[in-house]
């Protein structure tokens, strides 16, 4: 078969770190399988490419000339399937891939869709969406926000949990040196990630538990007013700020235990990558995070906002190693059952084939066969 990923871009990203691991595994499974990304080819383009996958990158900079381009690429190409991430590639490429005379078009909305939402946006991305087969969204939150808006035929959408590859223990040579119960987080400094309020329920934290350790691993807009307010609060001997790294296996194994403060987030790889290795989890109440640690059982969900309530669930996290235990062994379980990257592809693989389109393509291939 052969499949196209649409996406913004291939820079560092959840959706993005998403989309290069698919892309392996359906390479894997003998597939022909590209990337086009609207804007920027990005570190993970970058690497892509060096691994020899085909990824076309800075399409367009309108929505005219993005959607010329890509139906250029799509006749040229011929794909069985396009499957494309977020609503601003969907609104530039779904027309294109059918016109194209694509086979089966899928859109994966791989945020939120809360409420307030901007209307002008969900209108473009509703008629965008009629030329699509599926609707994905990646929990149920996603996927019910997205039916409370009445802009997607109920018969498109369907929800399919988002998927990681597991993450190898390295070899302890490789581990970064830590003290001290350690507290992860793994994604984007910008504000929408809230770790003012993770910075703050870390310093009271502090307080009763003085040998406590946070590692932020990642890069964004907020990076020098995080490390500002660190100097603030008097927690930058407690606090380690990474970077971006490509390479994240190795925080995820020493750390004790993972964290996350959003303001929203649909379902971050990140938290299904320290489940993967049996990290206890620390989420707030906010987009498919809860919906995923309670399902597993793999750690608390504090209110949204409350950095009191996350303090706590720190200092409670730290001390009561057995209930530690537990949410190790609970979340690696449910990983693999439910969270995989093999578990999500396969979900995708089987709408790839429910198509009208597809249908007629295999049953004319059958045929020939008889």
């Known amino acids: 078969m052969k499949i196209v990923h649409v996406v913004d871009s291939m820079e560092v990203g959840g959706a993005e770190t998403l989309v290069s691991q698919m892309c392996q595994l359906q390479r894997k499974q003998g597939h022909d399988v590209a990337v086009y990304a609207i804007a920027a080819l990005g570190a993970l383009g970058e690497r892509m490419r060096a691994e020899g996958f085909r990824v076309q990158a800075n399409i367009g900079r309108h929505l005219a000339d993005s959607m010329l381009n890509l139906y250029r690429l799509f006749r040229e190409s011929r794909p069985d399937v396009v499957h494309i991430h977020n609503p601003t590639p969907t609104i530039y490429a779904s027309l294109p891939a059918r016109l194209a005379g694509a086979a089966t078009i899928i859109s994966t909305r791989h945020s939120l869709v809360a409420p307030p939402h901007d209307r002008v946006a969900e209108f473009k991305y509703s008629i965008a969406a009629r030329w699509c087969d599926w609707v994905v969204g990646i929990c149920d939150a996603t996927t019910g926000n997205l039916r409370n808006l009445h802009t997607i035929p109920p018969r498109k959408l369907v929800r399919v949990y988002n998927g990681v ?12 040196v830590k003290s001290g119960f350690t507290l992860l987080y793994v994604g984007r400094l910008e504000p929408i990630k809230n770790l ?6 870390f310093r009271s934290a502090l307080c009763s538990l003085p040998g406590l350790k946070l590692w ?27 970077g971006q790294q490509l390479e994240v296996a190795a925080y995820f194994a020493a750390a004790d235990a993972f964290i996350m403060s959003s303001k929203s987030e649909g379902l971050p790889l990140s938290l299904l990558q320290a489940m993967s290795l049996g990290l206890p989890v620390i989420v707030p109440d906010v987009g498919g995070m809860p919906e995923v640690v309670r399902l597993a059982h793999a750690g608390y969900v504090v209110p949204a906002a409350d950095t009191n309530a996350m303090a706590e669930a720190i200092a409670r996290l730290a001390l009561n190693n057995a ?46 066969e008889l």
Do not use: C
Request: proline share 3%.
């Open 196 to 201: 003012s309020l993770l910075l703050n329920a």
């Open 216 to 242: 932020i691993v990642g890069d964004g807009s907020e990076r020098a007013a995080l490390e500002n307010l660190s100097h603030e609060l008097k927690i930058t001997d407690h606090v380690m700020f990474w």
């Open 165 to 176: 590859t597991q993450l190898l223990q390295p070899a302890s040579v490789k581990l970064p």
């Open 323 to 368: 209930e530690r235990d537990q949410f190790s062994k609970n979340g690696k379980a449910n990983f693999f059952s439910r969270f995989s990257l093999e578990a999500m592809t396969s979900a995708y693989m089987g709408l790839y084939k429910d198509t009208p389109r597809q249908r007629r393509v295999s049953g004319a291939n059958v045929s020939r």
